[in-house]
């Protein structure tokens, strides 16, 4: 069964950190960009990041510009996102996507997570 799962999600207070890991099963995603995704109560899905199988990263949201970062272990088959400076405004569920190569438009992802919840309070 092909299967990505987010985790490292949580409770966090402004300013703090996280780090989000999106693994795969039963595929390998060497060959696959991920992409980074966001929904907050309310609010239409937002691309936030994305990197291709050779590593190119693309920025979706200037708001997390000089804040979030994207890596990918392929080792590991698992692709992180490294979360700092939290704000409130980035509370969401968090969701990461595969598709085959590059970065694409976010209609051309074969594969979703369930997502994982990211609460930025006080």
């Known amino acids: 069964q092909l299967q990505l799962v987010e985790s490292g999600g949580g409770l966090v207070q402004p300013g703090g950190s996280l780090r989000l890991s999106c693994a795969a099963s039963?595929?390998?995603?060497?060959?696959?960009?991920i992409g980074w995704f966001r929904q907050a109560p309310g609010k239409e899905r937002e691309g936030v990041l994305c990197?291709?199988?050779?590593?190119?990263?693309?920025n979706h949201a200037d708001s997390v510009k000089g804040r979030f970062t994207i890596s990918r272990d392929n080792a590991k088959n698992t692709v992180y996102l490294q979360m700092n400076s939290l704000k409130p405004e980035d509370t969401a569920v968090y969701y990461c996507?595969?598709?085959?190569?590059?970065?694409?438009?976010?209609?051309?992802?074969?594969?979703w997570g369930q997502g994982t919840q990211v609460t930025v309070s006080s």
């Open positions: 039963g595929f390998t995603l060497n060959y696959y960009a």
């Open positions: 996507a595969a598709a085959w190569g590059s970065c694409p438009n976010v209609r051309e992802y074969e594969y």
């Open positions: 990197i291709s199988s050779s590593g190119v990263r693309i």
